[in-house]
C-alpha cells in the first residue's frame, strides 16, 4: 500500500525562516513556535513550524485532521498512542548500553508495546468517526498492517519468548565467596515470605532523609554473572529470545514511525492552545481561498493570550475585514493603543492558517500567503554606517522588489527618523508601490495623512468615551482623529492652556 504522509501531502516548500528571519521576531511568531516546541525537544519539531506548503490543498488536508481532532475520542486515541510509541522509543534507546541479555530482553518488552499500541489504534481509530482523509489513510493503513502476516507472526512470536522466559524458575544460593543458581527443584519461595514480611514497612512513608535509589537499569557484574549462568540453564528460552532480536531488530513499521513523528505537530499545537481556550478564546479553522475577500472575527494576538492565560488577564480580540478591492489598512491612534498587536496579529493569522493550524477567532476567511514580510522600528546599529532613514528605506525597497500580490507586508511606525513633511511624502510613495504589487499590506503609523489616501482602509485604536486618555485596546474601521487623542494626553498631564494660564495666576 502507498501511503501518503499525513503532514505533507501535496506541494512542495519552502523554508521561510532561512529566507527571511525578520519577522518571526516582530510578529511573535518565535515565542509561538518556542512555546509549541518547549515539550516537545526530543522531535526536533522546529522545521515542520519553520516551512509553509505552497500547495493549497496540503493546508486544507491539514485544516481537515484538525476537524477530526475535534472529536474527543479521535484526539484521545491518537494522544494514547503517542504516549506509548514515546514509551516504546525511550525503552529502545535505554536499552542500547545493557549487557546482552537485558538489551535482548528490553527489545523483546519494546516490541510487546509496540504491537499492543498498534492493535489498540486499530480498534479506537475503528470505532470513533473521521472524515478527513489523512486519518482515514492512517485507519486503513493500520488496519491493513495489523491484520498482515508479518505482523501476526512476529506478535506471536513476541509472546511466546516472553511466556517462555517468564516461566522460567530457578533457585540461588549466596555463599560468602559464592552464588550457586540451578533449576527449581519446587522449593519454598523464599522471596514471597520476605516480601510478606516487610510489607508493614513498605506502607510507611519513607523519611526525608532517606537514600534515594539509583534510577540506572544496568548490571552489575555479579548480576551479568548470575544472568550468564541462567542462560546456561535454559539455552533454548535465550536461544528464542537471541533469534526474535536478530530478526527483529527493527520491528518498528517505517510508515508508523513517521506518522508518529509527524503527529507531534498536531498534538502539540492543540496543547499549546488549550490554556488559551480554556481562558474562553475561541479558535477557528479558517476557509481559506484564492480569493482576496479576507476577514477574521475575535482576533488576538496568541503569543501575548499564552503569557496571560493563566493570569486572568483579559486579551482584546478585535476583528479586520477587506474585501475584494481594498488591500491597504492604516492603523492610528494613541500611543499604547493596541496597535502592533493588531498588527502581529493580523501576521500571525496569516502565518497560522498558511500552516493548517487553527487560527484565533471565532470565524476567518484568508488566502493562502507565498510570503510575511515585515519592516518593525529596529534600533540604529552604530557599526552601520548608514543613517537610520537610509536603512529604512534600503530594507522597504528589499521588500517591494520581493512582495507578490500573495504576500502579506506588515509595517509598524516607520519613518520616524525623519521630519513629518518627509515622512508623508516618502510614505504615500511606498503605499502607491505596495498597491502596484496588490500586496496586502496593514501599516501602523501616528501620521493621518496616510489614513486618508482614497483607497485605503482607516482602523483606529480606540479610547473610553468617558475618559480619553484610557485606551480600550480596539481597533475599529473610523476615519483618523489624531486630535482628540492629544487632547486627552495635554488634559491628563494639565497643560491645557487653561490649566496652564490658572496656573500663572496662581
Known sequence: MVFNSILWTKGQTGHLAEKDPDFFVDLNIDQIIDGITAAYGDYNLRPLFDTIPESIETVRYRQEIFRDLQNGETLAALKEYSMRMKSVNTRLSGSERLYQYQKQGWHLDAALMYFDAIQDLAKKLSDTQIDSQGLILLRNYVQAYVSSKSFMEAQEEANRVKGDLSAIRYEMSIGSSRVTVRKDRGRQNYNEMVRGVFSKFREKKESAGRMQHSNDPSMNHVEIAVLALIARLFPEEFKALITFYDNHSSFIDPVLARIYYELQFYLSYIEYISPVRNAGLKFCIPE???????????????????????????????????????????????????????????????????????????????????????????????????????????????????????????????????????????????????????????????????????????????????????????????????????????????????????RIKE
Do not use: W
Not at 489598512?329 to 496569516?350: D, E, H, L
Not at 481597533?475 to 488634559?491: T, W
Open 288 to 502: 481559506i481561498r484564492n480569493e482576496r475577500d479576507i476577514y477574521c472575527i475575535q482576533s488576538f494576538d496568541l503569543a501575548l493570550a499564552h503569557k496571560f492565560s493563566s493570569s486572568g488577564f483579559q486579551v482584546v480580540t478585535n476583528n479586520f475585514r477587506l474585501s475584494r478591492d481594498e488591500s491597504i489598512i492604516v492603523v492610528t491612534g494613541p500611543n499604547n493603543g493596541g496597535k502592533t498587536t493588531f498588527a502581529r496579529s493580523f501576521g500571525q493569522a496569516y502565518y497560522l492558517a498558511a500552516l493548517g493550524l487553527p487560527i484565533p477567532g471565532m470565524e476567518a476567511r484568508l488566502f493562502l500567503v507565498d510570503k510575511i514580510y515585515t519592516h518593525f522600528e529596529k534600533s540604529e546599529d552604530p557599526e552601520n554606517l548608514r543613517g537610520k532613514l537610509e536603512d529604512d528605506l534600503l530594507r522597504m525597497r528589499i521588500i517591494l522588489n520581493s512582495a507578490t500580490e500573495r504576500s502579506i507586508i506588515v509595517i509598524n511606525e516607520m519613518l520616524s527618523s525623519t521630519t513629518s513633511n518627509d515622512a508623508i511624502q516618502i510614505g504615500k510613495r511606498i503605499i502607491d508601490l505596495i498597491r502596484k504589487k496588490n500586496s496586502i499590506c496593514i501599516y501602523v503609523t501616528f501620521l493621518d495623512e496616510f489614513a486618508r489616501i482614497p483607497g485605503v482602509v482607516s482602523m483606529v485604536s480606540q479610547v473610553d468615551l468617558s475618559a480619553s486618555e484610557i485606551r480600550t485596546l480596539k481597533i475599529v474601521r473610523s476615519e483618523p482623529n489624531g486630535l482628540a487623542y492629544a487632547k486627552a494626553v495635554v488634559e491628563k498631564y494639565g497643560l491645557t492652556y487653561e490649566k496652564i494660564l490658572r
